[in-house]
């Protein structure tokens, strides 16, 4: 959602907000804006991208070692620049960032107005400041103790930073249910949404826990302290594992380009030192934590959203087909809401790339509350689904910054086929032989991708054939099915053409009506089990005179006859067919989008990770 990032010390903030914000700008860019203390208080704010708000302040006074800066993916209130943040209170004395909702915010603004209060925006933010603000006047508190009080009374999720123009030797900062680092300089600190605008400053971080508030001083002292029991609280000081190459484009012309040629590598990274395939072992630190729990589940609940929920669905047919687990993957926008029947015999396993997806974690307490055991599988260290599960595995992907995830799901699904692998193993569904020729297997897969990105020429040159289409049909069957949607998904995101993921038998049930000459339909064929019927759907097609542009194992002569465009691809065992097949949509979707003029790795209305519900 929104990206926030904050500075107190000795240097210029400005150049340090600024550069912070291009970094967050995957997080929101309905808006952005900085607030700058030099005596007087400076605020900029501009509709657009952070180069809006770098071309307008470009004649105004930045200088200030104390700063805040913020990019808006927009909840209340449309995007402009009245709504951008930050938001000042009405006296102008302070300044506050936010990302997150406030639920109570009409309550309180409605209770506010009748003390005289008068708004600007038609955002939730400003009212908290007022709210600080009506506190600080009434009270006469010091703005930490203005900043806590006011915080007992919103109900909603938040990770805020607010400056108090009579106090300029101070920042404040609090978070509940989005996520805030501190990261701790020599004489200096800085806040942010994730730590990427920190990690050239220092390495030294606090992840702040729900319901804390910090407060840092210039003089390089901070403090920790509970929201709602106001104690002090001992920081968790960390060290960063984050590199800044990790965090540029490395020559290619977007992240998300960089992410797809990243994935031999990052698989790679998933398997390394958990996965042996010459002395037949998996080790999943979570995994064998939980073991016995685990391994007797009467069933695993998946619980994500958007592509992580595609990875969940390649894991149901994973964990049923190898480990004979029951499995039900779930939207986690519904099952928080729907009732639930969850057990402790139950497993619920969230599936996350930024660990903050607002959905997921609301599904993730349910489940807990209702005494299942909760696992993660999370990109992002220390995420709150990370902090939140029982036990869990990171998939060790690295920082996905395009908005359209790729690598995360080859991340997601090398690690639930490890666990799918191990599980069945275990539980003697597996023999030892068929064990030892998968995990052969699996460690041939970050080369065989490597092979898989050759197709890219050719995938542009299909690309530009059918860029101009308004629909477009993804069909797959067994592994492949939840790739259909994901490639769907792919190109809807990103290139805006709208785009349907089916099963292939499901064509016939529906989807069928929409074929004609400029339906361009992607069939994934690299399956072995069921390929007769995929032959007999791309016939079915055909004969309604689709475009068919098929994912096939290399070598396949009959589809070849049948398709107008084939993408060939290694040959591996079935349940990985989706780590290979995935990554021509992936490409095709980037390339479309690219010829049609998209911002690929911003595109509109979306933000990289969802922190609202
Ligand atoms: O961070 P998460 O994996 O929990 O995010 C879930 C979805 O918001 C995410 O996968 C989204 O669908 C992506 N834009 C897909 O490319």
Not at 66 to 82: E, F, S, V
Not at 474 to 487: Q, S
Request: with cysteine; glycine share 8%.
């Amino acid at each position: 959602m929104c990206g926030i990032v904050a500075y107190i010390g000795k240097r210029q903030a400005y150049p340090i907000l600024i550069k912070g914000l291009q970094r967050l700008e995957y997080r929101g860019y309905d808006s952005a804006g900085v607030a700058l203390l030099n005596g007087a208080m400076h605020v900029y704010k501009k509709k657009g991208k952070v180069q809006e708000l770098i071309n307008f302040a470009k004649t105004q006074d930045c200088e200030g070692t104390l700063g805040m800066g913020h990019t808006r993916w927009a909840t209340h209130g449309k995007p402009d620049d009245i709504n951008a943040h930050p938001h000042t209170s009405g006296d102008g004395r302070l300044t506050l960032i936010h990302n997150g909702i406030i639920e109570n915010y009409a309550t309180l603004k409605t209770a506010l107005m009748r003390l005289g209060h008068t708004f600007t925006s038609q955002t939730d933010t400003e009212v908290l400041v007022h709210l600080i603000e009506e506190l600080q006047r009434r009270e006469h508190l010091p703005i930490e103790e203005a900043v806590r009080v006011a915080l007992t009374k919103v109900v909603g999720a938040y990770a805020i930073v607010v400056m108090d123009k009579t106090e300029p030797n101070k920042l404040v900062a609090a978070r509940k249910a989005s996520p805030l680092v501190l990261g701790i300089g020599q004489d200096e600190f800085f806040f942010a949404s994730d730590a990427s605008p920190i990690v050239e400053y220092t390495k030294k971080v606090v992840y702040l826990e729900d319901e804390q508030i910090a407060v840092a001083h210039r003089n390089g002292a901070y403090e920790l302290r509970n929201i709602f029991k106001n104690q002090i609280e001992e920081p968790f000081v960390q060290q960063l594992n984050l590199t800044i190459e990790a965090l540029e484009k490395g020559g290619y012309d977007s992240f998300m380009l960089k992410e797809i040629h990243e994935q031999p590598k990052t698989i790679g990274d998933c398997m390394r030192g958990r996965l042996n395939a010459e002395e037949g072992w998996i080790k999943l630190g979570g995994l064998e934590e939980y073991e016995q729990r685990i391994g007797n589940a009467q069933r695993f609940i998946i619980a994500a959203c958007g592509t992580s929920w595609h990875a969940g669905l390649v894991a149901e047919y994973l964990f049923e087909e190898l480990a004979r687990i029951p499995v039900e993957v779930e939207y986690a926008s519904e099952l928080r809401y729907r009732n639930p029947i969850i057990t402790d015999k139950d497993v619920v396993i969230a599936i996350s790339q930024s660990g903050e997806t607002a959905d997921t974690l609301a599904a993730l307490e349910l489940a807990k509350s209702q005494g299942a055991l909760i696992y993660g599988i999370v990109n992002v260290v220390g995420s709150s689904i990370a902090r939140l599960t029982h036990a869990g595995s990171y998939i060790h992907a690295g920082p996905e910054i395009g908005v359209a995830s790729t690598k995360a799901f080859t991340g997601q699904v090398t690690l639930l086929t490890m666990m799918a692998l191990s599980l069945g193993y275990k539980r003697g569904k597996i023999s030892k032989t068929q064990y030892h020729k998968l995990l052969t297997e699996m460690e041939n897969l970050p080369s065989k991708m490597e092979q898989v990105l050759k197709v890219n020429e050719q995938v542009k040159y299909i690309a530009s054939e059918i860029k101009d289409a308004p629909n477009a049909l993804y069909l797959g069957r067994g592994y492949n099915f939840p790739v259909a949607l994901e490639g769907a998904l792919k190109l809807k995101e990103i290139s805006y053409i709208h785009a349907e993921g089916y099963p292939a038998a499901e064509m016939k049930h529906g989807p069928i009506a929409l074929i004609d000459e400029n339906m361009p339909v992607v069939v994934i064929c690299n399956n072995k089990s069921a390929y007769e019927k995929i032959v007999s759907n791309i016939q079915e097609v055909k004969a309604r005179k689709g475009i068919v542009i098929a994912v096939v194992t290399e070598g396949d002569t009959i589809i070849k006859e049948l398709a107008d465009y084939i993408i060939e691809i290694p040959d591996t065992e079935e349940p990985f067919a989706p780590l290979l097949s995935v990554i021509p949509l992936q490409l095709l979707s980037y390339h479309i989008a690219v010829m049609r003029n998209c911002n690929v790795d911003q595109p509109r209305n979306l933000a990289k990770s969802v922190t609202v519900e």
